[in-house]
Nanobody
Framework: VQLVESGGALVQAGGSLRLSCAGS????????IGWVRQAPGKEREGVSC????????SYEAPVQGRFSISINNAKNTVYLQMDNLKPEETAVYYC??????????????????????WGQGTQVTVAS
């Protein structure tokens, strides 16, 4: 399993970014794929997840209504559209893939960094 993120940048508060996660070496249908972020000095926290097998998406409360996750099946790529970004959302954003039905549940609560496949991360900086 290989995940490669891109799209991180410096943006002003209220701005937008779209992150991409290109996956290879596995069948997307078998996995929940999503995003986890880690701000400086804080634990990793789940952001959003999508399951291609059933089309289910999930969002953590802080990003609901502002972030949108989607898949391009032909490109095996997952996107995270982030709108109305806030300075406190400055973090490294990681793409993560977990095998199994209902695996999006692992994008909530405590995030185990040793569980699932991870990309290298992409830096998002939101200036106030």
């Amino acid at each position: 399993v290989q995940l490669v993120e891109s799209g991180g940048a410096l943006v002003q508060a209220g701005g937008s970014l779209r992150l991409s996660c290109a996956g290879s070496g596995f069948h997307f249908d078998d996995y929940g794929i999503g995003w986890v972020r880690q701000a400086p000095g804080k634990e990793r926290e789940g952001v959003s997840c999508i399951s291609r097998s059933d089309g289910m998406t999930s969002y953590e409360a802080p990003v609901q209504g502002r972030f949108s996750i989607s898949i391009n099946n032909a490109k095996n790529t997952v996107y995270l559209q982030m709108d109305n970004l806030k300075p406190e959302e400055t973090a490294v954003y990681y793409c993560r893939a977990i095998k199994g039905i209902d695996s999006c549940k692992f994008f909530s609560g405590t995030i185990d960094p040793d569980f699932g496949a991870w990309g290298q991360g992409t830096q998002v900086t939101v200036a106030s």
